[in-house]
T-cell receptor
Framework: GAGVSQSPSNKVTEKGKDVELRCDPISGHTALYWYRQSLGQGLEFLIYFQGNSAPDKSGLPSDRFSAERTGGSVSTLTIQRTQQEDSAVYLC????????????FGPGTRLTVT | KQEVTQIPAALSVPEGENLVLNCSFTDSAIYNLQWFRQDPGKGLTSLLLIQSSQREQTSGRLNASLDKSSGRSTLYIAASQPGDSATYLCAALTQGGSEKLVFGKGTKLTVNP
């Protein structure tokens, strides 16, 4: 079946603009995760959804970052007033029934803030 | 706070060699440990998941072990091939409080033909 998909694959934006990143999880997966991978850094957890609710938002780096999930499926990660330090690859993953299950990753969105 | 370390950061070996990648974690209260592969410009591919009650998992030429008491996991790759060249990441799912995967920075493996 189809894997996790993310769009766009690449996004270049000017500093100060807002961006929206989209994630389509594997059909039937109830849990969805967002991570950030910066150059030279490891993967950094951002937020976790179980269904439409986010029990753990602890990884969001600032209040400029927000995420939502609707219909227990598609999720969008929004970054407002982008800064150059937001440049990174944003990865989405999903798992069958929650945090204890194997996570399947999408190809990522490479965000460049100029 | 869980910290995951992978050594070495990079490894270059000739084709056919058996090799071991190392992963250490500071908090042994984990649910599981996962090994992933990342190819350049791509997302992560899950290789093996070891539950905290398990000692090892095998898939084809890959074998991953887990020693919770010492905070260590190893990924053994047998008879390496050029197609194994990638960055290998380990991640620990930590119990209690904020349960999330904590990743190491990875080992970049190059297998030379």
């Amino acid at each position: 079946g189809a894997g996790v998909s993310q769009s766009p694959s690449n996004k270049v934006t000017e500093k100060g603009k807002d961006v929206e990143l989209r994630c389509d999880p594997i059909s039937g997966h109830t849990a969805l995760y967002w991570y950030r991978q910066s150059l030279g850094q490891g993967l950094e957890f951002l937020i976790y959804f179980q269904g439409n609710s986010a029990p753990d938002k602890s990884g969001l780096p600032s209040d400029r970052f927000s995420a939502e999930r609707t219909g227990g499926s598609v999720s969008t990660l929004t970054i407002q007033r982008t800064q150059q330090e937001d440049s990174a690859v944003y990865l989405c993953a999903s798992s069958y029934a929650g945090i204890l299950y194997e996570q399947y990753f999408g190809p990522g969105t490479r965000l460049t803030v100029t | 706070k869980q910290e995951v370390t992978q050594i070495p950061a990079a490894l270059s070996v000739p084709e056919g060699e058996n090799l071991v990648l190392n992963c250490s974690f500071t908090d042994s209260a984990i649910y599981n440990l996962q090994w992933f592969r990342q190819d350049p410009g791509k997302g992560l591919t899950s290789l093996l998941l070891i539950q905290s009650s398990q000692r090892e998992q095998t898939s084809g030429r890959l074998n991953a072990s887990l020693d919770k008491s010492s905070g260590r996991s190893t990924l053994y790759i047998a008879a390496s091939q050029p197609g194994d060249s990638a960055t290998y990441l380990c991640a620990a799912l930590t119990q209690g409080g904020s349960e999330k995967l904590v990743f190491g920075k990875g080992t970049k493996l190059t297998v030379n033909p």
